[in-house]
Nanobody, 116 residues
Framework: VQLQASGGGLVQAGGSLRLSCAASGSMFSINVMGWYRQAPGKQREFVASISSSGIINYADSVKGRFAISRDSAKNTVDLQMNSLKPEDTGVYYC???????????WGQGTLVTVSS
């Protein structure tokens, strides 16, 4: 499975960005797709996820500001980020986990920079 993320960039605080991730390759139907981020000097952290059955989870720090969605037919997952804060700055990684073989895949990351 290959994951291709796009949509990062530079935005002022209070602005919005939309990240997209497209999955390709041999995939299984029961899965979870999501986003993680890594700020400079910090560990990678969970941001949001959505399962193939539609269950959504968010990190407390982004609840009410970010919205995750997916198109299972196209194998894509999007992250709409609103009211961005400087602390949202980091490299955002797309992630896919598949239940059948408990496999996990990562995209290459896309940089989001929020200026104050």
């Amino acid at each position: 499975v290959q994951l291709q993320a796009s949509g990062g960039g530079l935005v002022q605080a209070g602005g919005s960005l939309r990240l997209s991730c497209a999955a390709s390759g041999s995939m299984f139907s029961i899965n979870v797709m999501g986003w993680y981020r890594q700020a400079p000097g910090k560990q990678r952290e969970f941001v949001a996820s959505i399962s193939s059955s539609g269950i959504i989870n968010y990190a407390d720090s982004v609840k009410g500001r970010f919205a995750i969605s997916r198109d299972s037919a196209k194998n894509t997952v999007d992250l709409q980020m609103n009211s961005l804060k400087p602390e949202d700055t980091g490299v955002y990684y797309c992630n896919r986990w598949e239940e059948l073989f408990r496999s996990e895949y990562w995209g290459q990351g896309t940089l989001v920079t929020v200026s104050s």
